[in-house]
């Protein structure tokens, strides 16, 4: 079974239709890449499979259930922009432990295996130093960092990333791109939105194009070649996008 | 000591010292969510919510606490809605409802042909006037409601942070944010009797954001918050007592003593990091 089957998806909102009958498929152990314009649908995309927003029309089936019907735990979310309150009192090791939440019993400390969770995604993301810093004080990097951390600790059986290289430095990158390849080889599919075109081989396993509709479906290097991004870019800059 | 002591050889300081404590920790340990999720307005919504079923009770001849807590849980129920499924910001929602449920309240009286009912109680609270049922309804309200919070703390508090993640991971944000509001719903209606409509908002909002002054972790926060909640309650209490004052002001005050000098505290902690 696919791990992610999307089938003729449909998102409007009000009047823009975000997605207009989009389809495809992810298999387990399979790094998928979406890349496209500013306002092409991606992190829409990415919602309508974390099950935060309804298909308008067609279907979204992870593990081949809908998302809002998985057990707790199934998918990680990082988003793009985390519209959090940053004086909010939490340490990096907090933010991360909220990972073990949707499994965690009511009324029990965590157990044993929360908490090695938790310490091996600390550790995987180098934030063994900020651990107990409140997250006002981090630069942008190492918010991101601990974020993504969260979604490691929270062991997921699909991992969805909006954009989680936007803003970071080189070695931050590297060690992200290190870090989501090691969870591939282990199993995990990861369906990731990026604008970073030169390393999308390094990352995925398979890219697609998205402008509401997909574009281009396949390796990564073919896709790129095949001239369907440059061709949106190039629509973009001369007519801007269609709203 | 026994000087100290002495107001509490009265049973009625006994009845009103435990539900002060009661009180003082629920308004203060809900009070953290409450400060975190910027809802510091739905305190005074919900207790004046409940003015409208205080009427229809009154109206009715049936009892006050029935009335109060059936159109306090309504109201909050329905701005839980009216913010799901309207797109109203949940400020606007309270806003828009709290208001409502309290006109419904004073279009009731002003078309009833019996005797104004007395609300100066329900308005500034009686905490001297607890009776031993209102004391084992407090306290059972209470235990009901620690209950509740122990088995939801934890995606009360991922909700709170990040309720966009929380919900993509499983934790269902609405049946929260609905449990939230029904358990803030019965913690104003049990301390309206102490403090009243108009003061219990300051409970529920100023321990918490004392306590927020002072520390950056969450259970720490809680925990001072609890604090600051027993010592405004217990305090006032006796304050009121020994200074012949009304004690859901005294109480009131007292907290906000407490709240000015966290503070004062924190801006000296901020000027020497600075420097």
């Not at chain 1, 918010?143 to 070695?171: C, K, S, W």
């Not at chain 2, 701005?79 to 929602?93: E, K, N, Q, Y």
Request: charged residues 15%.
């Amino acid at each position: 079974m696919n791990a992610i089957e999307v089938r003729n998806l449909h998102v409007r909102y009000e009047r823009v239709e975000a997605l207009q009958g989009v389809d495809f498929d992810l298999p387990r152990g399979t790094a998928l890449g979406i890349v496209g314009p500013n306002g092409s649908g991606k992190s829409t995309l990415l919602k309508a499979v974390a099950g935060l927003i309804r298909p308008t029309e067609g279907s979204v089936r992870v593990d081949g259930r809908p998302p809002r019907e998985l057990p707790p735990g199934t998918i990680g979310y990082v988003p793009q922009i985390e519209d959090v309150d940053w004086n909010f009192p939490v340490s990096v090791r907090d933010v991360v432990a909220m990972g073990r939440f949707p499994r965690a019993a009511p009324f029990r400390p965590l157990s044993a295996h929360d908490r090695s969770a938790i310490a091996g995604a600390i550790e995987a993301l180098d934030l063994g130093a900020l651990a107990d810093r409140h997250i006002s004080a981090l630069s942008g990097g190492q918010q991101q960092r601990t974020f993504v951390a969260r979604a490691i600790a929270q062991e997921p059986q699909l991992l969805l990333l909006d954009e989680p290289t936007t803003g970071v430095d080189a070695a931050t990158e590297d060690s992200l791109l290190h870090l989501v390849r090691g969870l591939v080889r282990d199993g995990l599919p990861v369906l990731m939105t990026t604008h970073d075109l030169d390393r999308a081989a390094e990352w995925f396993d398979r890219l697609i194009v998205v402008d509401r509709k997909i574009l281009a479906d396949g390796a990564p290097n073919a896709v790129l070649e095949s001239g369907a991004y440059a061709g949106i870019r190039e629509h973009t800059h001369t007519h801007g996008h269609r709203r | 000591m026994s000087d100290l002591l002495a107001p509490f050889q009265y049973d009625f300081m006994q009845r009103a010292f435990v539900a002060a404590l009661v009180v003082g920790v629920l308004c203060s340990a809900l009070g953290t969510y409450v400060v975190l999720r910027k809802l510091s307005f739905i305190g005074d919504g919900l207790a004046h919510a409940s003015f409208a079923g205080i009427v229809i009770a009154y109206l009715r001849g049936a009892n006050f606490y029935g009335g109060a807590a059936v159109a306090t849980i309504v109201t909050a129920l329905a701005i839980g809605f009216v913010h799901r499924r309207g797109r109203v910001s949940l400020d606007t929602s309270i806003g828009v409802l709290f208001t409502a449920a309290f006109a419904l309240g004073i279009f009731l009286m002003s078309r009833s042909t019996r005797a104004t009912v007395d609300l100066s109680n329900y308005l500034f609270g009686n905490i001297l006037g607890v009776s031993s049922s209102d004391v084992a309804v407090v306290v059972g309200v209470g235990l009901g409601i620690a209950v509740v919070v122990g088995a939801l703390w934890r995606p009360l508090l991922y909700t709170s942070f990040d309720p966009v993640v929380a919900e993509a991971a499983g934790i269902r944000a609405w049946f929260i944010d609905y449990a939230l509001l029904v358990i803030l719903a019965l913690t104003i209606i049990v301390s309206v009797q102490l403090v009243g409509i108009v003061l219990v908002a300051a409970l529920l909002v100023t321990p918490a954001a004392a306590a927020g002054q002072l520390t950056e972790r969450f259970v720490p926060m809680m925990l001072l918050s609890c604090a600051f909640g027993i010592v405004s309650a217990i305090g006032g209490l006796y304050a009121s007592y020994e200074l012949h004052a009304s004690s859901g002001a005294t109480i009131v005050l007292l907290a906000t003593l407490i709240f000015f000098a966290a503070l004062a505290i924190n801006a000296r902690r901020r000027r020497r990091l600075v420097l």
